[in-house]
Every structure is written in structure tokens, then in C-alpha cells.
């Protein structure tokens, strides 16, 4: 009985190891090749623990035995110490590297996304203007903040996606609506621009941004005047004035209407620092749009009551009104720009927006040029390259001075921090 039942013993073991081999054929290649690079990599792993406990044997013999003991010990206690950073190295090393890399693309795609869209954004404004047959910059600003604020109403208040600061009513009369009203003022004279002056000259102009900013921050008492930074928006000055005299389609009513929309930007700019600084608000490019964007609409029906109003009535005016699809898409191009605004100022900071700034405005000036055939002198260039590298002196020192900040005690850093930061920020975020 006990010879039989180890006979089938037997045959069962045979069974279930010829059946394991079966399957061991039949295990895929991939799967194969995967498991025999891991069994490499493990078999050099050990491979290499092994030469390394050889070599700390190797220094304990020597140690116990040579006469400078105490000297060859210190070396083996460092050699232990660099042996298990090595190896903590190569485990952390790949795994922060991945890491670093991905969240740099992340950064790269977001600045990249920002610049498309804000350079979209202009282009399409000046084919709206000039060339759809739609030559009514309130009515398309007043399409975008009606759009923008119901989007920015069902993100906020419907999916709550973003949270939201609950305003009363005086803080939102006091603080957003003189907001409002120099944010639409500055929109309605920028779209208006776009009819008398060419995309290229206009971005040259812009340039005078940080002037503006500087010299109304000195007036409202947020800015700190100084000569370095005085000659410094000299230069910006005379780099834009050189470019303004080397325009071939210079128009004065339209430089005027531009200039002024640069002050009415800073002039918003420096009240919405006072704003955050004062009342302690924390707004985003989401939650801006849903207070502001309502106020804005408002503050715009008295000049298109009584500027564009009497156009649409007059019979020989001509509108484009087969094609409502484009000033929809117009909108929303306009409102994906502020989504990309608030997902950018999450991931990157306030210097890495001055510097897609700067080459969003190279690449608008030399794409519009080629799309809407508007010619570019070589006065012009030289006198925006002055401007290009005062610009870029002032975003370097303005970078300086927050790092100064940051090493002043809590308080005093914090504070200076915020006020360069949004200013910056929201200098940027404007298309």
C-alpha cells in the first residue's frame, strides 16, 4: 500500500512540474524580457554590494594591522557614510529627477499655453476690428465681460470649482467698482487702437507699461523713487519714441487713444495693490472675472450708448452679422486666456510671466507683421531693442529687490513680496 501511494505521489509531482514548464513556455515575451532585465539589474546589484563588503574587509584587516590605524579607521567610516549615500543616491536620485522633469514640463506647457492664447487673443481683435467688418470695439469688450462673467459664475457659485471671497456691499462698491471702471476704460481705448494702429506698433507702445506703472506707484506712494530707476524709464521712453518715429503708418489718434489706455492700466494697477494690501482680498484671475467683469459691462454701456449706439442705427454702417460663431469664438478664446492666467500664476511665478511677456511681444510683433502685412522699419526694431533691454534691466531689478525682501524679517518680506508680486502679475495677465 505505502509503494503505491508514493508511486502516485510521484506521478503527481511529475505532473505538476511538467505542467509548470508548459506554462513557463507560454509566458509572453514582453513580460519575459521584462523579468530577465530586472534579474540583470538585481544580479548586478548584488554584484556590486559584494565588491563593496570586500573592499570595507579589505580596510578592517589593513586597519588592525598597519600602524596608522587610527587614520585608515576615519577612512573607512567616511567610505561607509559616501557608500550609503551613493546608494540612497541611486534609489532618490531617478525618482526627483523624473519628478523635476515632468513638473518643468508642466511649467514649459503652461507658459506656452499662456503665450498662444494671450497672442490669439490680439490677433483675433484686430481681425475682428479691421478686417471681419465688425469695427466695434465696446460692443466685442462688452461681448467678452458678459461671457467671461457668466462663465466665471457657474465655475464659482454652480460647480464651485473655485472658492470665492463673499463681498458685502460697501467693500464691493468701495473696492471693485472703481476697479471696474479704469479696467474697462483701459480695455475699451486698447480694442479701440486696434482700428487706427498695427498689432506690431501697438505691442512696441506697450512697453512704456512699466513706466506708467512706476510713475503712478510714485505718485500713490507704493513705489520708492530713485534715480537708477528714474534712468531706467527714460530709456523705456526713448527706446518707444525712436520706434514711434520709425513707424511708416503712424497715426496720431490712435497712438493717443493707446497711451491712454496705458494709463488707465497702471492707474488700475496701482489701485488694485492698495486694494490687496489694505483689505487683505485674495483674487484670481477666476474670481477677478466674476466681480469685476459685471461692473465692467455696466461702466461700458455710457460710451456704447452714445458712441456705437447711433452707428448700428445709421443705415450705410456695415456690420457682419452672418457669422456670429466668430465673435463666439472670439469669447471664448478670450475667456480659455484668463483660465490659463489662473493655472499659470499656480504653477510659476510673477518673474517667469515678465519673461513670457517678453517673448510673447517678440513673437506678436514679427507674426502680425507677416499675417496682416503691416510693414516693420529697421528704426522701429532698433528703437524696441532699447526698450526690450530696459524692460528686461527693470524685471532683473524688481527680481533683486524681492529677493532683498525676502531676507528682511517676516513681516516687512511678506508685504513686499505681495505688492511686487500681483503688480507683476496682473501687468502680465492683461492681453
Not at 67 to 91: D, G, H, N, Q
Not at 287 to 316: G, H
Request: proline share 3%.
Amino acid at each position: 500500500m505505502a509503494v503505491i501511494l508514493e508511486r502516485k505521489r510521484r506521478r503527481e509531482k511529475k505532473s505538476a512540474h511538467k505542467k509548470k514548464k508548459e506554462k513557463k513556455g507560454q509566458e509572453p515575451k514582453k513580460k519575459k524580457r521584462e523579468r530577465l532585465e530586472l534579474l540583470r539589474e538585481t544580479r548586478e546589484r548584488d554584484s556590486r554590494e559584494r565588491e563593496t563588503r570586500d573592499y570595507i574587509l579589505l580596510l578592517q584587516s589593513v586597519s588592525l594591522h598597519h600602524p596608522r590605524a587610527r587614520f585608515l579607521s576615519l577612512s573607512l567610516s567616511l567610505f561607509k557614510k559616501k557608500m550609503v549615500a551613493a546608494a540612497a543616491a541611486t534609489v532618490v536620485a531617478p525618482m526627483a529627477g523624473a519628478a523635476l522633469i515632468n513638473e518643468a514640463l508642466i511649467a514649459y506647457g503652461y507658459v506656452a499655453t499662456w503665450i498662444g492664447l494671450s497672442s490669439g487673443v490680439i490677433l483675433f481683435n484686430k481681425y475682428i476690428l479691421s478686417f471681419f467688418g465688425f469695427p466695434f470695439p465696446i460692443s466685442l469688450t462688452m461681448i467678452h465681460m458678459c461671457f467671461c462673467s457668466a462663465l466665471a459664475f457657474l465655475i464659482i457659485r454652480v460647480f464651485k470649482l473655485v472658492q470665492s471671497n463673499d463681498l458685502d456691499r460697501q467693500t464691493y462698491v468701495q473696492k471693485i467698482v472703481p476697479v471696474g471702471a479704469l479696467f474697462a476704460l483701459s480695455l475699451w481705448l486698447s480694442n479701440t487702437a486696434y482700428v487706427y494702429l498695427s498689432v506690431a506698433f501697438i505691442q512696441m507702445l506697450k512697453a512704456l507699461m512699466p513706466a506708467s506703472v512706476y510713475t503712478v506707484g510714485c505718485l500713490m506712494g507704493i513705489e520708492q523713487f530713485t534715480y537708477a530707476r528714474l534712468v531706467n524709464m527714460l530709456v523705456i521712453t526713448l527706446g518707444v519714441c525712436i520706434a514711434s518715429y520709425g513707424e511708416l503708418n503712424f497715426h496720431l489718434l490712435g497712438v493717443l487713444i493707446q497711451l491712454a489706455s496705458v494709463c488707465a492700466e497702471a492707474f488700475r494697477l496701482g489701485l488694485v495693490q492698495i486694494i490687496l494690501n489694505s483689505e487683505k482680498l485674495k483674487m484670481n484671475s477666476i474670481t477677478t472675472l466674476y466681480y469685476v467683469s459685471p461692473a465692467c459691462f455696466v461702466f461700458l454701456l455710457i460710451p456704447f450708448t452714445f458712441l456705437e449706439v447711433p452707428k448700428y442705427l445709421d443705415e450705410n454702417t456695415e456690420v457682419n452679422t452672418s457669422q456670429p460663431h466668430i465673435l463666439f469664438l472670439n469669447a471664448c478664446t478670450a475667456f480659455a486666456l484668463n483660465m490659463a492666467v489662473y493655472l499659470l500664476i499656480g504653477k510659476t511665478s510673477a518673474l517667469t510671466m515678465n519673461v513670457a511677456g517678453v517673448v510673447k511681444d517678440w513673437l506678436l510683433i514679427f507674426i502680425s507683421s507677416a499675417l496682416f502685412d503691416a510693414p516693420i522699419t529697421k528704426l522701429q526694431l532698433f528703437g524696441y531693442g532699447i526698450s526690450f533691454v530696459a524692460v528686461c534691466y527693470y524685471n532683473y531689478s524688481k527680481y533683486k529687490d524681492r529677493e532683498k525682501a525676502m531676507s528682511m524679517p517676516k513681516m516687512d518680506a511678506k508685504s513686499e513680496d505681495g505688492r511686487s508680486s500681483s503688480a507683476e502679475r496682473e501687468m502680465n495677465s492683461k492681453a
